[in-house]
């Protein structure tokens, strides 16, 4: 079993469209929760940054953590054809110095105008 | 132009030969890394680098050699390639710790090499 599971996709969402991305994990030391973004043959952009549970919001995105069910989310409110790219979970156990990232496999987003 | 840069973008080379994959960042970032990313198992780390003539290998990292004698490039070698070396490789660097107190889990990527091992 992975460490951290994402759904592949692709999923696609009209213009305007809200959007929920998710991943589970295992590992019970994970407090950092990340979200990379990444368009075709570009790289990956940290995109959200969250520690332990609750919400984050900045713009359009919100990033929510659940530890106690193992499970996060990454919302886009009025989806738009440019947020269609493949969105990557990451975690990691602690912050500041030298951490381990676990990265889902990511989930391929597309927006239909 | 500030950045992370690779070099080359697309590659395509014959198995059993030798091939380096070039990285170059202006940040004067103390940490890289170098990743594959294949279709099912997403972004997995082969070496990571915490300063220059440091190096310490990653989940996968057979096959492949680093070297970081300047703090700003971190080059990868395949030293004979195969088939299944064939996929899209990142380069990534980070601070140890940035102003915002966040260690290497915040990661700046380069776009990536595509290689091909026939």
């Known amino acids: 079993q992975k460490e951290v599971e994402q759904d592949p996709g692709p999923l696609s969402v009209p213009e305007g469209a809200i959007v929920s991305l998710n991943c589970t994990y295992s590992?019970?030391?994970?407090?950092?929760f990340m979200w990379y973004r990444q368009y075709s043959r570009k790289g990956p952009e940290l995109l959200m940054y969250t520690y332990s549970s609750g919400n984050k919001e900045d713009g359009r995105f919100t990033a929510q953590v659940d530890k106690s069910s193992k499970y996060i989310s990454l919302f886009i409110r009025d989806s738009q054809p440019s947020d269609s790219a493949t969105y990557l979970c990451a975690m990691s156990a602690g912050s500041g110095g030298y951490q381990k990232v676990t990265f889902g496999t990511g989930t391929k987003l597309q927006v239909i105008p | 132009d500030a950045g992370i840069t690779q070099s080359p973008r697309y590659k395509i080379t014959e198995t059993g030969r030798q091939v380096t994959l070039m990285c170059h960042q202006t940040?004067?970032?103390?940490?890289m890394f170098w990743y594959r990313q294949d279709l099912g198992h997403g972004l997995r780390l082969i070496y990571y680098?915490?300063?220059?003539?440091?190096?310490d290998k990653g989940e996968v990292p057979d096959g492949y050699v680093v070297s970081r004698s300047k703090t700003e490039n971190f080059p990868l070698t395949l030293e004979s390639a195969t088939r299944s070396q064939t996929s899209v490789y990142f380069c990534a660097s980070s601070e140890f710790t940035n102003p915002s107190g966040r260690g290497t889990d915040t990661q700046y990527f380069g776009p990536g090499t595509r290689l091909t091992v026939l």
């Open positions: 590992n019970s030391a994970f407090q950092y």
């Open positions: 680098s915490a300063a220059a003539d440091i190096t």
């Open positions: 940040w004067s970032h103390s940490y």
